[in-house]
């Protein structure tokens, strides 16, 4: 079963930083698209930044020019870089992969548990 290790959520005052990251652990045998979420309260979970794995990045209106997300497929690894952090941005930020593993020799799509991001001053 792949696991997906999210940090670096936290609190931070609006104007600030934050950087999420996302390992995949277990035996991966590839990782297509990566993404991250974010879940505010009483709100459906929305798409907020994703890349390929050549590279090719989305993102949500709401973060561009804030936000940027990256990856280390060497590590399995997702990053999201978020700056100018708005109290809007107060979420529940949660890792997605597409991915095909060794043990099921096809694509299928996995999720982390969520890392808290609070944005208040």
């Known amino acids: 079963q792949v696991q997906l290790v999210e940090s670096g959520g936290g609190l931070v005052r609006p104007g600030g930083s934050l950087r999420l990251s996302c390992a995949a652990s277990?035996?991966?045998?590839?990782?297509?698209?990566m993404g991250w979420y974010s879940q505010a309260p009483g709100k459906q979970r929305e798409l907020v930044a994703a890349?390929?794995?050549?590279?090719?990045?989305y993102y949500a209106d709401s973060v561009k020019g804030r936000f940027t997300i990256s990856r280390d497929n060497a590590k399995n690894t997702v990053y999201l870089q978020m700056n100018s952090l708005k109290p809007e941005d107060t979420a529940v930020y949660y890792c997605?992969?597409?991915?095909?593993?060794?043990?099921?020799?096809?694509?299928?799509?996995?999720w982390g548990k969520g890392t808290l991001v609070t944005v208040s001053s």
């Open positions: 890349i390929t794995r050549s590279g090719s990045t």
């Open positions: 997605n992969i597409e991915a095909v593993t060794a043990l099921t020799a096809q694509s299928d799509y996995y």
């Open positions: 277990t035996s991966i045998f590839i990782i297509y698209n």
